[in-house]
């Protein structure tokens, strides 16, 4: 492998020469014992130690999302602490789950927050913060568990669990000094400040856009200019439904000129989006199942009440495509004036979903029937309203998706920010 000048191999890969490639044990504090330590054994800290109040118990659910996040604590009482203090874990430490499916996932203990004692599944790096910097060793580390390379660290066992041996041996690239290192630490943070805010405001629009549907599409807010009382209608007076593709083998998925809607595109957006649809096979004598532009398409079978008769709708023209034979579409007779994406607003709505449940079927698969779907009463504005109210549920979906695509966009420039830094191939000072 051809190195170019400047930069070295090493354990942990093409570093500039004057970094090092350190063992984590070596970042600790060098005359304090359980620099790096794992929570009490099971048998040491039981149920029948938890207490209201005392020490609080970090488990390593609290880190798993690399920030730290803990609900309601867990307490031990200063006795118990004083006998497990070895597992002591104090603010600034890097928090570990160390068992289960995201061990490896890390955070650091906030520096207002009081010191603990670590669960069993939990482990804490105390950094030697007089020569390293602990945000620098965090990002490193959660870069390693969210590229997958501290699986070489997993023991085999009932599930995933960290070798702490091994662990404590594991080399990490180190800049050569600690304002370095703060550098990289503190650009990465930046990068965190933006995805973290970015997420907190598509979190409220979710939420923002959740509470209109519920306003709007059940008439407890009127949009300005609209008045009257809502109709109430049966799905049966709009339209009719119809099947899906029948007789199907697996020879005849993912060829042919024709294309066919899935149950994923039914479930994923209220909208179909036709980018995503798979090729099929079809016989000449299926022709009448086309879908058209306008139709709904409801899932009619599954393992949860909650995704049972999920509904999206067709805005699009298209030629030669069908519907998979676990939904069934509807479509609407030239008399309904009804818009069909305010249905399917609703029908993905808090009383739409509670609806569709109230006529399913089943007890561990659920299943709706045409038949009962077309006899589900709900109330019905305008047309003119229905249009008005999709338009504003559907801008709330855009301002979401944009968020969504700036939200991918910035993981993304993370992502490149922690290959480049994290390794030297990019310096700061």
């Not at 207490?51 to 118990?57: H, K, N, Q, V």
């Not at 996040?69 to 160390?98: C, H, N, Q, W």
């Not at 790096?125 to 602990?134: A, G, K, N, Q, W």
């Not at 899935?262 to 995503?276: E, K, L, P, Q």
Request: include cysteine; proline fraction near 4%.
């Amino acid at each position: 492998m051809e190195v170019k000048p400047g930069y070295r191999l090493t354990e942990v890969g093409v570093i500039p020469e004057d970094w090092y490639a350190l063992p984590l044990e070596d970042l600790t504090p060098p005359n304090r014992k359980n620099g790096i330590v794992d929570g009490p054994f099971g048998s040491n800290l039981k149920t029948i130690h938890y207490r209201t109040s005392g020490i609080p118990i970090i488990t390593s659910g609290y880190v798993t999302d690399g920030k730290f996040i803990a609900g309601k604590y867990l307490y031990v009482d200063r006795t118990k602490f004083l006998e497990e203090k070895r597992s002591s874990v104090r603010p600034g430490d890097i928090v570990m789950a160390k068992i289960g499916e995201r061990c490896g996932a890390s955070a650091i203990l906030p520096h207002n927050h009081e010191t603990g004692i670590l669960s069993g599944n939990a482990l804490k790096i105390t950094v030697d913060e007089s020569r390293h910097s602990t945000s620098y060793v965090w990002q490193v580390l959660w870069n390693l568990h969210v590229s997958g390379k501290l699986e070489v660290l997993r023991t085999v066992g009932a599930q995933p669990a960290l070798s702490m041996a091994n662990l404590k041996h594991y080399r990490l690239p180190i800049p050569p000094t600690k304002g370095e290192q703060e550098a990289i630490a503190g650009a990465l943070s930046e990068a965190d400040a933006l995805l973290e805010s970015l997420a907190q405001l598509l979190t409220k629009k979710r939420h923002l856009k959740q509470a209109a549907m519920q306003q709007l599409l059940t008439g407890q807010t009127r949009l300005q200019g609209f008045t009257g009382m809502w109709e109430m209608k049966q799905l049966e007076e709009l339209g009719a439904t119809y099947g899906g593709l029948t007789g199907k083998t697996k020879a005849d998925f993912g060829e042919g000129s024709a294309r066919y809607i899935t149950f994923m595109n039914v479930m994923s957006n209220v909208v179909i989006d036709c980018g995503t649809f798979d090729q099929v096979k079809v016989l000449q004598v299926e022709s009448q199942n086309r879908v058209e532009n306008g139709d709904l398409f409801f899932n009619g079978s599954s393992e949860t009440p909650e995704e049972v008769a999920m509904c999206a709708v067709l805005l699009e023209d298209v030629h030669d495509v069908y519907l998979n034979s676990f939904c069934f579409g509807f479509r609407f007779c030239d008399e309904a004036e009804t818009d069909g994406l305010f249905l399917a607003y609703y029908f993905r709505s808090r009383e739409g979903r509670e609806l569709m449940k109230s006529l399913a079927q089943g007890s561990t698969r659920y299943n709706l029937s045409k038949l009962a779907l077309l006899k589900a009463s709900f109330r019905l504005p305008s047309l003119p309203e229905q249009i008005a109210i999709a338009g504003i549920l559907s801008d709330m979906d855009g301002e979401i998706a944009a968020l969504e695509s700036k939200l991918a966009k910035a993981r993304h420039l993370k992502q490149g920010m922690m290959q480049e830094l994290l390794i030297g191939r990019t310096r700061l000072v």
